[in-house]
C-alpha cells in the first residue's frame, strides 16, 4: 500500500504508522495548501467496544521544507489527549452522540497544534476536539453534519485543523499486488496467473469500506513557502519517546526521554516498494536529509527488474535498460529532487540538489479545471508528483514510473514498452465505496460499522 | 507501583540521587535496566553528566502536553564496563559516565 504497515517494526504500531501523505493547492480556496497525513491503518468500521483514536503519547508531525535544504523550516506538531467522562461504563457512548460536546459520547479525544519555524514555537491551538468514530445510525447520526464538520476548526490567520476518522481514499490491489506483482487486468501475460489460467480481471480495491485516522491542514500558501520559493517539500513522521515503562500495578505505560522517530512518509510507496525489507526499520528513523545512502534503491528498483522477469515479452525494453544496468535518472528526478526546470515544459518541481524523499509540491501551479487521475503523466502538472491530491492514481503513476515511461525524459531515444503505458492495478476513484468531500478535509466521511460490513 | 520508590518518598527522604538510583534499580530487579519514578533526582550532578537530545528534540521541547501524571524516570545500564547509564527524565536524556555506579546497579539487579 502507499505506506500501510510497510515495514516490520511499524506494521506493529499502528497509531503511529504513518500511511499516505497528501499536499496539493486546494481546490476551492486555491490560496492555501491542504496538507494531509494519514494514520492507523485499516480499520473496519465496527471497531467497538474500543473505537480507533490517536495515540496520546506519540507526537505527529507535518514538516515543510521551503528553503530546499530538506531540513524541515516549519513544523506543524500535533499531540493528542484522551478524557474519559465515565469510569464506571464500558461503553464509548451511552446513548446517541448529537454533538461533539455531547455528554453521552464517553470517551472523547483532544489536540493541540503548535507551529515550529526555524526552531521557535508558538502554540496555535489546544484542546481541539476530534470527532467521535462512526459507529452507527443510532450511535452517531447525522455524523457529517453534527459531528465532522464541527470538527474542523478554524485557526487564526486562517488556518483550518481537522484531526479524526476518515473514509480510506487510497484505492489498490493490495490482494493482487503482493501476490506476485499480479495485476488482474494484465494477468493473462503473468508467469504465474497464466500457469493458473487466470484471465485478465478487474481489479479489487483492498481498501475498501475501510476508514483511516487524518490529520489535516489549510494553511495560506504565504506561510508554508519563502520569499520567490514557491516549490515545498513535505514529510510527515512520528515520534514515540525512547523509553517506555509498564506500571505493573495500573496496566499503563510511562514514558519518558527525547522524541526518537519512529514513522515518516514523503512520497507513497517508496519505503513500502523501493528500500529492501531489511533496511525499511530503519528507513522509517532516518531524515529525508540522509536520503542518499538510499539513492542506489530508486536509481535501481527491484521492481524493474521483476516486470520483465513476471511479464515475459511485455517489457522487452524496459528488459535491455535493466540489463545495461541504467541508473534511473528519471526515478532520482521524480522522487529525490525534484523535476528540474528544462525536462517538462513549463513545469519544475525542483527543489535543489540534496537527495531526499519529500513530497514536492509547487504552490504556483493552480488546481486543475479537468483533473486528471494520472497527474503529471495524464498532462495535469497540479497532480502527483506535484504534491499528490486525494484522488491520484499513484499505484498506476509509480508502476508506469518504473516501466520506463519517464525514462524518455532522461533519454528521447528511448522506446516506452507499449504495456509500461497502460500498467494499472485496475482501479479508480469510482471503486471507493463514498466519494471525496470538494471541501476541506476532503477525504470522505467515514464508514460506519452499523452498514459495514454489510 | 509496588517496586519502584514513590515520588513524594523520595523527595520526603531527602535521598541522594546515586541512593535513589540504587534503591530503584534493586526494587526493579532488572538486569542491565533500572528504573525508579523520583521527583527533583540531581542526576547531571553526578560524575560525568552530560545532557543530550535527539535529532528534532529542538522542536519538540516546547511541548509541555500531555504531561506524564508522576514523572517517571528510567536509567539504562548503556555500557556497564564503561560506566555509561542513560538516564530519560522528561523529554531529555542524561548521559552519566560513572563506573562505580554502573557495577552498583548491575550488582543490585542480581
Redesign the interface.
Known amino acids: 500500500m502507499s505506506s500501510h504497515r510497510e515495514a516490520p517494526e511499524i506494521s506493529q504500531d499502528p497509531v503511529a504508522d504513518s500511511t499516505d501523505l497528501y499536499a496539493f493547492v486546494s481546490p476551492d480556496r486555491p490560496r492555501t495548501v491542504t496538507l494531509i497525513g494519514n494514520y492507523v491503518p485499516l480499520q473496519e468500521p465496527a471497531g467497538g467496544p474500543n473505537f480507533y483514536e490517536f495515540g496520546?503519547d506519540v507526537?505527529y508531525?507535518i514538516h515543510i521544507d521551503t528553503e530546499g535544504r530538506s531540513e524541515?523550516n516549519i513544523?506543524y506538531?500535533f499531540?493528542?489527549?484522551t478524557e474519559l467522562d465515565d469510569r464506571n461504563t464500558f461503553l464509548y457512548n451511552t446513548a446517541p452522540i448529537t454533538s461533539l460536546s455531547s455528554p453521552a459520547w464517553n470517551r472523547k479525544q483532544f489536540y493541540?497544534v503548535?507551529r515550529?519555524e526555524n526552531?521557535r514555537?508558538r502554540r496555535l491551538a489546544?484542546k481541539l476536539a476530534c470527532p467521535p468514530c462512526n459507529i452507527g445510525p443510532l450511535s452517531t447520526p447525522d455524523y457529517a453534519t453534527k459531528l465532522a464538520r464541527p470538527a474542523v476548526h478554524t485557526l487564526d490567520g486562517g488556518t483550518r485543523v481537522f484531526a479524526g476518522q476518515r473514509a480510506e481514499g487510497f484505492y489498490v490491489d493490495l490482494g493482487s499486488i503482493f501476490d506476485l506483482a499480479d495485476l488482474r487486468p494484465f494477468q493473462n501475460y503473468q508467469v504465474f496467473a497464466k500457469a493458473h489460467g487466470f484471465k485478465a480481471a478487474p481489479g479489487v480495491n483492498a481498501t475498501k469500506y475501510l476508514n483511516v485516522h487524518s490529520i489535516a491542514l489549510q494553511v495560506p500558501i504565504s506561510e508554508i513557502t519563502a520569499r520567490r520559493r514557491p516549490v515545498i517539500g513535505v514529510w510527515t513522521?512520528a515520534?514515540r519517546?525512547?523509553?517506555r515503562?509498564l506500571?505493573?500495578?495500573t496496566g499503563e505505560w510511562?514514558?519518558?526521554?527525547?522524541?526518537?522517530?519512529i514513522s515518516r512518509l514523503g512520497n507513497p510507496l517508496f519505503n513500502e516498494v523501493l528500500v529492501p525489507i531489511s533496511r525499511k526499520d530503519y528507513w522509517n528513523h532516518q531524515?529525508p536529509a540522509h536520503d542518499k545512502q538510499f539513492a542506489r534503491d530508486v536509481a535501481r528498483p527491484e521492481l524493474a527488474g521483476l516486470l520483465p522477469v513476471l511479464y515475459p515479452g511485455v517489457f522487452p525494453n524496459l528488459a535491455k535498460l535493466d540489463a545495461r544496468k541504467t541508473a534511473r535518472a528519471d526515478l532520482e528526478a521524480i522522487l529525490l529532487t525534484g523535476i528540474p526546470k528544462g525536462i517538462i515544459k513549463g513545469f519544475t518541481n525542483y527543489t535543489g540538489p540534496v537527495q531526499s524523499d519529500l513530497l514536492r509540491l509547487n504552490t504556483a501551479i493552480a488546481p486543475a479545471k479537468k483533473p486528471s487521475i494520472f497527474g503529471l503523466l495524464g498532462g495535469d502538472a497540479a497532480g502527483f508528483p506535484n504534491g499528490r491530491r486525494v484522488f491520484d492514481d499513484v499505484v498506476s503513476i509509480e508502476l508506469r514510473a518504473i516501466a520506463g515511461v519517464t525514462y524518455k525524459l532522461i533519454d528521447p531515444k528511448y522506446t516506452v514498452d507499449a504495456a509500461a503505458k497502460i500498467l494499472t492495478d485496475g482501479l479508480t476513484p469510482a471503486d471507493l465505496g463514498t466519494p471525496y468531500l470538494t471541501r476541506f478535509p476532503y477525504l470522505g466521511v467515514p464508514y460506519d460499522g452499523y452498514h459495514h460490513p454489510s | 507501583m509496588a517496586d519502584l520508590m514513590d515520588a513524594t518518598e523520595a523527595a520526603r527522604a531527602g535521598i541522594t540521587s546515586r541512593r535513589a538510583v540504587l534503591r530503584g534499580a534493586a526494587a526493579a530487579g532488572a538486569a542491565g535496566v533500572a528504573a525508579a519514578a523520583l521527583a527533583g533526582a540531581a542526576f547531571p550532578a553526578a560524575a560525568g553528566a552530560s545532557t543530550a537530545k535527539s535529532p528534532g528534540q529542538d522542536r519538540a521541547a516546547d511541548h509541555d502536553e500531555p504531561t506524564e501524571p508522576a514523572e517517571t524516570i528510567v536509567l539504562h545500564v548503556r555500557d556497564a564496563a564503561a560506566g555509561e547509564i542513560d538516564v530519560f527524565r522528561g523529554t531529555t536524556v542524561t548521559r552519566l559516565h560513572d563506573p562505580a555506579l554502573a557495577r552498583q546497579i548491575i550488582r543490585a539487579a542480581g
Open positions: 496520546d507526537l508531525e524541515p513544523t506538531q499531540r493528542f489527549t493541540s503548535t515550529v526552531g514555537s489546544r513522521t515520534s519517546q525512547r523509553a515503562i506500571n505493573d500495578d510511562h514514558c519518558s526521554g527525547p522524541w526518537a522517530q531524515p
